[in-house]
Structure formats: C-alpha cells, structure tokens
C-alpha cells in the first residue's frame, strides 16, 4: 500500500494531467471484481497464480511483467515476549497465530512454507489479507502470523519479524499487467512503464520489496 501510493505520488508528479487512484485488496479479490466488469486499467498482483486467472479469462492484454519479489516472514509483538524462534514453534495449541485465507496469496505462501517445514499449523483465524494478519498482531489480538517481510518492516516500531530460512521459504513474484479493455490503456502501459523503470524501482526498493 506505501509503496504503491508512493509509485502514485511521483508518477502524478511527473504527469500532472493523470489522476491514479487505487483499490487495495486480496489480489483473488481485484480478480473477481475485473471479472465482474469493474473498469480497471491496471493489475498488480501478489501472486502469479492470480494474474494467471485474470489472463485465463482473456482480461489481461498483453504478457505480464514482474515488478517486485518479496519473502513470507513471521510477526510478533515488539520484543518478541513469547520466544518464537521459527515456523515450528508456530503448531504449539498455546499460541494464538492467524494467518491469510488460504485463496489469497499471502495465505497461500503460508500454507507453502509450513509444509515446507514438515509440521502443521491450525491458525485461530484465516484472515482476508495480510494486512489484517498483521493488524492482529499489533494489537495483541494473535500471538503470531506469517506475512511479508515487507509488511513487518512497514509495521515499524508496532511489530517484530522472525526470519524464515531461505531452504523453507518462498520467493513471491509480483506481476503486474494491462487490463483488457482499459478505459485509459495508454495512461495505464506509462504507468507500468514508471513502476519498471528506474524511479519505480528505486521506490519499490525503498520498502523492501527484492528486485523484479
């Protein structure tokens, strides 16, 4: 959400007579309302599995291009009071852990990362996004969730990561695309333009996010 506002702030910048505006959600989300004919110019997608729908379905013009990666990582409270060391930790019945609901990507790439790690987890609570994940969290409400490392970083001072090791964790590929039928295509293609360039790296960068 930063990073992209801020992509949305210097691109207006730079082409005063263009207005962005923004949906944030669950990327299986912003596919069902494309598919419901909601007019969208442009998809960005925390998932390829989900850009992969939306092209399926012929509403994807052209080929998609990644724009970022990024990597699952757990969330705890400041300080990290309860010790969690790792994903193992994550299948003690004492600790209250959420994680995404299993159609949205983040919730996909926990489920990913806990098979990975040879155990099972029963979360107290799927959540809609990872945003919620973390938001539970930071309130005290869960103990634990899995999300991006950039979400942890963009929690500031309100939250704590515990690194996943890279032989059990995911690499997430963001992809963004045209959409068919864009009410604006060629304000849309300048915009995919500025998140791949320079600048928009630079800015993608900036929060956390691993190169495309």
């Known amino acids: ?30 596919v069902a309302q494309i598919s419901d004919g909601a007019p969208v110019d442009v998809f960005a997608s925390a998932d390829l599995a989900n850009m992969s729908k939306l092209a399926d379905a012929g509403l994807a013009a052209g080929e998609p291009a990644t724009f970022a990666t990024n990597t699952a990582e757990i969330v705890v409270e400041p300080g990290n009071p309860l010790g969690i060391a790792g994903v193992a930790d994550l299948a003690d019945s004492d600790l209250i852990v959420v994680l995404c609901a299993p159609e949205v990507p983040c919730g996909a790439y926990a489920e990913q990362v806990v098979a990975n790690a040879g155990t099972t987890v029963t979360p107290s609570s799927y959540e809609e996004n990872v945003k919620a994940v ?24 309100a ?7 890279d032989d059990i964790n995911v690499v997430a590929e963001y992809p963004i ?29 900036a929060y956390g996010f691993g190169p495309a």
């Open 1 to 30: 959400t930063a990073a992209f506002t801020e992509l949305g702030d210097a691109f207006t910048a730079a082409n005063p007579d263009v207005e962005v505006t923004f949906n944030f959600a669950g990327s299986s989300d912003l």
């Open 134 to 157: 973390v938001t539970k969290v930071t309130l005290g409400e869960a103990d634990a969730g899995i999300v991006y490392r950039t979400d942890v970083i963009a929690a500031g001072d």
């Open 159 to 165: 939250a704590q990561g515990v690194p996943i090791p």
């Open 177 to 205: 695309a045209l959409v068919s039928d864009a009410p604006n295509a060629a304000g849309a293609q300048a915009f995919i333009d500025f998140v791949l360039g320079p600048a928009g790296q630079g800015i993608v960068a």
